[in-house]
């Protein structure tokens, strides 16, 4: 069993870090994340198996530096992951109402864990094995890429990042995911990293990753390194001040 508290360098800040993530085995599919830096702000992921046929994963991005928001982080892992398999057991559940009422207790979770307010983009999603479909929810984040034969769309923000109102909700969309096709997520630190020429320089942006995503193949972690090798040649291998994650899932069968 993982414990929740990690090995500590003697300079590392005190406090309890989430889980580490093991992602499951998916059938016909592929996911994976890639994360770099040194953990200094509020990137996180995570991914569980929710029923039989379903695997829940999220991708969230904590306002702050992580010595400030690691009580927020650890009470989103832990209400994503009871209340997620609560949610997602049924077989006969509606996911779209599902997704709707994790979201809702997810950011209720995060005011009540901050005592105030504290904005948290994430991306929620939830794929169906036998199916092929994905349910989803963007609360505030960079959009989801979603690359197939007809080319790469994006899956915009579905509503306000969560943390922010109590009774804010979000819409919560099914998609279907052919065989071939490929989701990316990354975080906002990929999009905003500068250049060569440091703050003069342009960000990597979102067109950056969508080319690079269109060419790139192997699994979904060959994927994200793909992502995160070209993000460090931009920026010249300079010191990282933020957080960078990529999360792929592929759907192979």
Do not use: W
Request: proline share 5%; net charge negative; with cysteine.
């Amino acid at each position: 069993m993982l414990s929740l508290f990690h090995s500590r360098a003697p300079d590392e800040p005190t406090g309890v870090e989430p889980v580490p993530t093991v992602f499951p085995t998916i059938e016909g599919a592929d996911i994976a994340a890639v994360f770099t830096g040194k953990r200094v702000a509020g990137d996180f992921y995570d991914s569980i198996r929710v029923s039989p046929e379903r695997v829940l994963f999220g991708l969230l991005d904590v306002a702050g530096r992580r010595e400030d928001n690691r009580p927020i982080l650890t009470a989103a892992q832990k209400i994503f992951r009871e209340s997620g398999a609560e949610l997602f057991a049924r077989t006969d559940l509606n996911e779209s109402e599902a997704m709707t009422e994790l979201s809702i207790r997810l950011n209720r979770g995060l005011i009540d864990a901050e005592a105030g307010v504290h904005s948290c983009p994430a991306f929620i999603g939830c794929y169906h094995e036998q199916f092929g479909t994905l349910c989803y929810t963007n609360a505030g984040h960079t959009p989801g890429l979603l690359r197939d034969d007809g080319g790469i769309v994006e899956l915009p923000s579905t509503g306000l990042p969560l943390g922010l109102f109590s009774h804010a909700t979000l819409d919560a969309p099914t998609i279907g995911l052919e065989k071939g096709s490929a989701l990316l997520l990354v975080s906002r630190g990929v999009l905003e990293c500068d250049g060569h020429n440091g703050k003069d320089a342009e960000e990597f942006g979102l067109q950056r990753v969508k080319d690079l995503f269109q060419s790139a193949t192997g699994t979904a972690h060959e994927l994200c390194t793909s992502i995160m090798n070209a993000l460090a040649e931009f920026n010249a291998h300079r010191p990282i001040c933020d957080d960078r994650t990529a999360l792929a899932l592929l759907r192979k069968a």
